[in-house]
């Protein structure tokens, strides 16, 4: 799960001092083993999107991957659209999100909320433009848990301290089983958030049908690959 400078600069076509200047003035999180930074997949994907930056998809592929990992079209049908969601504050907003939230049996609503939140602490994860994707920092739904994606449209626009100052009135949050299944979410779904028109279907927003359709196109040409 752990990346050398030397790895991630090749995947990047950067030098490795473009890494270490990332690490050290652009705030990637890495951690130092033996002299020797190492950067966390979760943490590099979750700096990357919140700095707007494309990774090669090739770096969250997971090692022994499994056959099939849910596509963000399917966790999203899973997890469902919502709109007109109430709140006022982060903690109300993803209390209200955790309501809706098809959890399994044995996982308490409020035990997700403040993990939800302890993740918020850390930093938040609004990545600009009025759109942010609460998850937890670890998986916590077991192996036979499904994925889930949850698209809720606030009511009100939300302070999330996002970094181009911009309140949120778009939530997508992420609830995964495993390690493998988070990281291939997430960079799907920052990867059709780089999508313009896309985004510009949310700002509207669009219908259900709508969003659904657009997700599916946008997935199709990586599922043919």
Same mark, same amino acid.
């Given at each position: 799960?752990?990346?050398?400078?030397?790895?991630?600069?090749?995947?990047?076509?950067?030098?490795?001092?473009?890494?270490?200047?990332?690490?050290?003035?652009?705030?990637?999180?890495?951690?130092?083993?033996?002299?020797?930074?190492?950067?966390?997949?979760?943490?590099?994907?979750?700096?990357?999107?919140?700095?707007?930056?494309?990774?090669?998809?090739?770096?969250?592929?997971?090692?022994?991957?499994?056959?099939?990992?849910?596509?963000?079209?399917?966790?999203?049908?899973?997890?469902?659209?919502?709109?007109?969601?109430?709140?006022?504050?982060?903690?109300?907003?993803?209390?209200?999100?955790?309501? =809706? &939230?098809?959890?399994?049996?044995? !996982?308490?609503?409020?035990?997700?909320? $403040?993990? /939800? %939140?302890? @993740?918020?602490?850390?930093?938040?994860?609004?990545?600009?433009?009025?759109?942010?994707?609460?998850?937890?920092?670890?998986?916590?739904?077991?192996?036979?848990?499904?994925?889930?994606?949850?698209?809720?449209?606030?009511?009100?626009?939300?302070?999330?301290?996002?970094?181009?100052?911009?309140?949120?009135?778009?939530?997508?949050?992420?609830?995964?089983?495993?390690?493998?299944?988070?990281?291939? =979410? &997430?960079?799907?779904?920052?990867? !059709?958030?780089?999508?313009?028109?896309? $985004?510009? /279907? %949310?700002? @509207?927003?669009?219908?259900?049908?709508?969003?659904?359709?657009?997700?599916?196109?946008?997935?199709?040409?990586?599922?043919?690959?």
């Amino acid at each position: 799960m752990f990346l050398k400078v030397v790895d991630l600069a090749a995947a990047m076509g950067v030098d490795e001092k473009t890494v270490l200047s990332w690490i050290k003035s652009k705030g990637l999180p890495a951690h130092k083993h033996d002299d020797r930074y190492r950067i966390n997949r979760v943490d590099l994907l979750e700096w990357a999107t919140s700095q707007g930056i494309m990774i090669p998809a090739d770096l969250f592929a997971a090692e022994n991957e499994p056959s099939h990992l849910s596509s963000v079209s399917e966790a999203l049908q899973y997890g469902g659209i919502f709109y007109d969601l109430p709140g006022d504050t982060p903690e109300s907003a993803l209390r209200e999100v955790v309501s =809706l &939230l098809k959890l399994p049996n044995g !996982l308490d609503q409020e035990f997700l909320l $403040q993990t /939800l %939140l302890a @993740r918020e602490a850390l930093g938040s994860t609004a990545l600009g433009n009025g759109i942010a994707i609460p998850h937890v920092r670890s998986p916590i739904l077991g192996q036979a848990g499904a994925s889930a994606i949850s698209l809720c449209f606030l009511k009100n626009p939300i302070d999330f301290e996002a970094v181009d100052g911009q309140p949120v009135t778009i939530l997508f949050t992420l609830v995964t089983p495993n390690v493998k299944a988070h990281l291939h =979410l &997430l960079a799907k779904l920052a990867f !059709l958030l780089h999508d313009q028109p896309f $985004q510009e /279907l %949310l700002h @509207r927003p669009g219908t259900e049908a709508e969003i659904m359709a657009a997700i599916r196109t946008l997935e199709e040409p990586v599922i043919r690959r």
